[in-house]
């Protein structure tokens, strides 16, 4: 393929706020865009548990705005009601104490839920969920795609886009393009115990939110805190680098684990009511942020925060930014 050739048909593969972003953007340039997500949602990372009694944001907590660009986007979902700014009574623990956080950042949440952005940007795009993308082939100069759930994918594509984790992206890579691989293969992704805990004897904390430093656990927030949220469900994450080292623990082993620091931290976790969850590549990627990879002459590409520098915010820049030069390809 070469870069003159008109690009009308791609492959998105994950239909995190990456690979949403940047299929929203394609569409709006009349490409066509068909996205295998293996999830049941989109949103990635994203997300929120919920079982009969309670629900609470598990994965990313909030994001933060910086790029003007982002800024502007996280507007529009505040305006749709997928979004809101969070004022938290934010403290911090760090050397056995405990002070105010000086932080005057704004952070924002997805409302009613944290998958709210996601599935706000999903409206109107071609989605197909619980699609596990197994092999990807080359031939005659177009893409075609097997997954675990149905076989071959009956459609072939002039461009395909991974906007996955490192680690997944590398194994539908294995072999077919070395300079794809070495990017996928650089990036150090940490993993992340995640702790949903209800806890009925537990008083009232002075808190909302709370970072943690030198201990296993690095993050506590009490989900009823953010806008549109309810209940006394609090979530709990694992330092990276002890989630990364434990990340073959037992979910009960690492319940334990966390739940004897949240009681060293103050918490009353008797009777606690409490659900694990792992997250395998939730932070980290390349040491030094690209913004998204891209092969024109096979046409291929990589968008995810783990390019640009982590966060919802790289994530979403790192989509809208491969699809503008991908429009600039086309064209």
Known sequence: MNTNRAI?????????????????????????????EKSRGPSGRMSTRRSEEWSTDHGAQYFTARDPRFAQEVQ??????????????LRVYESKTWRESNSQEIRYVGT?????????????????Y??????????????????????????????VVLAIPAPQASALLKDLDTRASHITSSAQMKACW???????????????????????????????SKPMRQGNMWTIHGNPAWSQDNVELSKEDAQD???????????????????????????????????????????????GDWLNGGRVEGAWLSGHELALTLKQMSS
């Open 76 to 89: 529009r979902w505040i305006q749709a009601s997928a979004a809101a700014v969070w004022n938290p009574r």
């Open 112 to 128: 009613p839920n944290m998958n709210s952005p996601g599935k706000y940007l999903a409206k109107g795009l071609s989605i197909q």
């Open 257 to 303: 684990q966390m739940v004897k620091c949240l009681t060293s931290l103050g918490f009353n976790c008797h009777d606690a009511e409490i659900s694990m969850h792992r997250w395998r590549y939730a932070s980290g990627g390349l040491e030094d942020a690209i913004g998204f990879f891209t092969l024109p002459d096979i046409g291929l590409g990589l968008c």
């Open 130 to 159: 619980e699609r596990t993308i197994s092999q990807l082939e080359r031939k005659d100069g177009k893409w075609n795609l097997k997954c675990l759930e149905i076989g071959e994918i009956t459609a072939s594509y002039d461009f």
């Open 8 to 36: 009308k048909k791609v492959a998105m593969i994950g239909a995190g706020i990456a690979g949403l972003s940047c299929a929203q953007e394609l569409q709006s340039y009349g490409i066509t865009v068909d996205i295998f």
């Open 194 to 224: 995640t702790m949903m805990a209800h806890l009925p004897n537990q008083t009232r904390a002075d808190f909302d939110a709370a970072f943690i430093n030198q201990e296993i656990i690095s993050w506590i927030c009490q989900n009823g």
